[in-house]
């Protein structure tokens, strides 16, 4: 089986003959491709260096080899990482240090004696000048990374696309919990409260609010809290619907309803909400024709398909909100009283942003931190004057048009911070004639009245206020709040999610 002649030199025959010629050759090689190699002792001291990395020494401010030689290593080479592959006797395959003769593409091998201890180290530089002989790598890299920073900022975009869908009618899953509520004012926390305990029951719920206040946003929060949180979440948006197309909308169509081909059967809002929730929006619109169907719908729990003669049953948790005023349209007539009722078993008046001041800065942060996920840009940062004016505008829009207000100053402002000054140039671009800040908005309680009432609740409001102003002047940082208050940041966090 020997094909080898007798006269062609052999591998060695044991193994660490084997392994030391391999050593030995590997040795060579990089003595020869690399730029200099130098050897540590176990104490650091250099005790040899080849001829390759003797021309980094004036470099390194040495006018003679004998200056390098026998001297301790991070004496000598500036920056050098040589003592920590001896502490720890792991290998450094390639690194870059960086010193006053330049930056280096580094390896550095520890050595290790007969026992396997580690005796010395070998420092190796590989390339000089990495930034002109690893062009190539780093023209991939820079490739690399553009692409990914590209990638970042598509997924951001797509989740915002997700989280803006999930607004759209007809939804089947809760978006939000009451977390996403943000607000610990009084006001807040009493609407979050009555909230959950209405969560608890299956009575209908009335949410009842100015425009944007959160009343969807509590819609969703009450479903993913109540027993039926596992069931869809079905919203309709009775404004945007069509008067004609409204009852096939709720109730659906029948098979052979229609001869007409624009009615395929298929199921209503209220067969698709079938043991979840129905959240019916902006209930103030609907038209008296549908209100006297869905009053004998909530009545009989059953519902008659359009073209059908046949009652469905239902299992549905109705939710409804409307901005207007419902009561005054049952006294103009154009809202059913016995709808309003049969509606108003669980009312929940959502409190405007005006009566909710001290959240403004934790709502500006949340707003921020959202835009900057959509947009996948930085938001920018609101100086305590600029975040004091927004606290004093009087917020008809409530907190869609603070996210709107948010949305320009992060658009047309040139800086990264933003003060009152270009702020109130920003409200006046969008329209807004801006109120004074809050500061001089507020005037002082000092009825006595007002100290008339629970002390835990004034002692909670005054903590409140407290850290809405810390807040402020922290420009919205909360280890900056706390320290000021004296409080830590987790009784912070506490505070915030969890006033009541
Ligand atoms: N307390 C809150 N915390 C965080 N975000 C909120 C809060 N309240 C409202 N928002 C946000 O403000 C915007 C408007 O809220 P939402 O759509 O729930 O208001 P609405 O009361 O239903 O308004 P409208 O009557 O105009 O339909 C949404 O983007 C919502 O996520
Ligand atoms: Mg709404």
Same mark, same amino acid.
């Given at each position: 089986? !020997?094909?080898?002649a007798?006269?062609?030199?052999? =591998?060695?025959?044991?193994?660490?003959?084997?392994?030391e010629?391999?050593?030995?050759?590997?040795?060579h090689?990089f003595?020869?491709?690399?730029?200099g190699?130098? &050897?540590?002792?176990?104490?650091?001291?250099?005790?040899?260096?080849?001829?390759?990395?003797?021309?980094?020494?004036?470099?390194?401010?040495?006018?003679?080899v004998?200056?390098?030689?026998?001297?301790m290593?991070?004496?000598?080479?500036?920056?050098?990482?040589?003592?920590?592959?001896?502490?720890?006797?792991?290998?450094?395959?390639?690194?870059?240090?960086?010193n006053?003769?330049?930056?280096?593409?580094?390896?550095?091998?520890?050595?290790?004696?007969? !026992?396997?201890?580690?005796?010395?180290?070998?420092?190796?530089?590989?390339? $000089?000048?990495?930034?002109?002989?690893?062009?190539?790598?780093?023209?991939?890299?820079?490739?690399?990374?553009r692409?990914?920073?590209?990638?970042?900022?598509?997924?951001a975009?797509q989740r915002?696309?997700?989280?803006?869908?999930?607004? #759209? $009618?007809?939804?089947?899953?809760?978006?939000h919990?009451?977390? *996403?509520?943000?607000?610990?004012?009084?006001?807040?926390?009493?609407?979050?409260?009555?909230?959950r305990?209405?969560?608890?029951?299956?009575?209908?719920? &009335?949410?009842?609010?100015?425009?944007?206040?959160?009343?969807?946003?509590?819609?969703?929060?009450?479903?993913?809290?109540?027993?039926?949180?596992?069931?869809?979440?079905?919203s309709?948006?009775?404004?945007?619907v069509?008067?004609?197309?409204?009852?096939?909308?709720?109730?659906?169509v029948?098979?052979g309803?229609?001869t007409?081909a624009?009615?395929?059967?298929?199921?209503?809002?209220?067969?698709?909400?079938?043991?979840?929730?129905?959240?019916?929006?902006?209930? #103030?619109?609907?038209?008296?024709?549908?209100?006297?169907?869905l009053?004998r719908?909530?009545?009989?729990?059953?519902?008659?398909?359009?073209?059908?003669?046949?009652?469905?049953?239902?299992?549905?948790?109705?939710?409804?909100?409307?901005?207007?005023?419902?009561?005054a349209l049952?006294?103009?007539?154009?809202?059913?009283?016995?709808?309003y009722?049969?509606?108003?078993?669980?009312?929940?008046?959502?409190?405007?942003?005006?009566e909710?001041?001290? $959240?403004?800065?934790?709502?500006v942060?949340?707003?921020?931190e959202?835009?900057a996920?959509?947009?996948?840009?930085?938001?920018?940062e609101?100086?305590?004057?600029?975040?004091? =004016?927004?606290?004093?505008?009087?917020?008809? #829009?409530?907190?869609?048009?603070?996210r709107?207000?948010?949305?320009?100053?992060?658009?047309?402002?040139? *800086?990264?911070?933003?003060?009152?000054e270009?702020?109130?140039r920003?409200?006046?671009?969008?329209?807004?004639e801006?109120a004074?800040?809050?500061?001089?908005?507020?005037p002082?309680?000092?009825? !006595?009245?007002?100290?008339?009432?629970?002390?835990?609740?004034?002692v909670?409001?005054?903590?409140?206020?407290?850290?809405?102003?810390?807040?402020?002047?922290?420009a919205?940082n909360?280890?900056?709040?706390?320290?000021?208050? #004296?409080?830590s940041r987790?009784?912070?966090?506490?505070?915030?999610?969890n006033p009541?």
């Amino acid at each position: 089986m !020997d094909a080898l002649a007798p006269d062609t030199p052999a =591998l060695p025959l044991d193994a660490q003959g084997i392994l030391e010629l391999a050593a030995r050759s590997m040795f060579h090689l990089f003595s020869s491709v690399s730029q200099g190699m130098f &050897l540590v002792d176990l104490s650091g001291r250099i005790v040899w260096v080849n001829e390759g990395y003797q021309r980094f020494l004036p470099e390194l401010g040495l006018t003679h080899v004998d200056q390098f030689l026998g001297h301790m290593v991070e004496d000598v080479i500036p920056n050098t990482q040589m003592r920590r592959v001896l502490e720890t006797g792991e290998a450094v395959l390639i690194d870059l240090l960086t010193n006053r003769a330049g930056t280096f593409v580094v390896s550095r091998i520890p050595l290790r004696g007969d !026992d396997e201890q580690v005796i010395g180290a070998i420092g190796i530089v590989l390339f $000089d000048h990495p930034e002109t002989t690893l062009q190539p790598l780093i023209s991939k890299f820079a490739l690399l990374q553009r692409d990914l920073d590209d990638a970042r900022r598509e997924l951001a975009v797509q989740r915002g696309r997700q989280l803006r869908a999930g607004s #759209g $009618d007809g939804t089947r899953r809760a978006r939000h919990t009451f977390a *996403s509520f943000v607000g610990s004012s009084p006001a807040a926390a009493e609407v979050k409260r009555q909230a959950r305990r209405a969560a608890q029951s299956s009575s209908p719920v &009335l949410l009842l609010g100015e425009t944007g206040t959160g009343k969807e946003l509590l819609a969703h929060a009450i479903h993913a809290a109540s027993a039926r949180a596992a069931g869809p979440f079905v919203s309709v948006n009775i404004a945007a619907v069509p008067d004609t197309l409204l009852e096939a909308e709720f109730f659906g169509v029948a098979p052979g309803a229609y001869t007409g081909a624009d009615r395929k059967p298929r199921d209503g809002k209220f067969k698709l909400a079938d043991g979840g929730t129905l959240f019916l929006d902006e209930i #103030g619109d609907m038209p008296q024709s549908l209100q006297a169907k869905l009053l004998r719908a909530l009545q009989e729990g059953e519902i008659e398909p359009l073209g059908s003669n046949q009652l469905v049953p239902f299992d549905v948790r109705v939710v409804a909100a409307t901005s207007r005023d419902l009561s005054a349209l049952v006294r103009e007539g154009t809202f059913r009283e016995d709808l309003y009722y049969r509606l108003h078993v669980l009312p929940l008046r959502v409190p405007p942003l005006r009566e909710r001041r001290s $959240d403004i800065p934790a709502l500006v942060e949340l707003l921020g931190e959202d835009m900057a996920l959509r947009n996948g840009t930085a938001t920018p940062e609101l100086r305590p004057d600029a975040l004091a =004016l927004l606290m004093g505008q009087p917020w008809r #829009g409530n907190i869609r048009e603070l996210r709107n207000v948010l949305e320009q100053a992060a658009m047309r402002s040139e *800086s990264q911070s933003i003060d009152a000054e270009q702020l109130t140039r920003i409200l006046r671009e969008t329209g807004v004639e801006p109120a004074a800040p809050l500061a001089e908005a507020a005037p002082a309680v000092a009825d !006595d009245r007002a100290l008339l009432r629970p002390l835990a609740e004034q002692v909670a409001e005054v903590e409140q206020r407290a850290i809405a102003a810390a807040l402020r002047a922290s420009a919205g940082n909360k280890q900056a709040a706390a320290r000021a208050l #004296g409080i830590s940041r987790a009784t912070l966090y506490g505070r915030l999610e969890n006033p009541e």
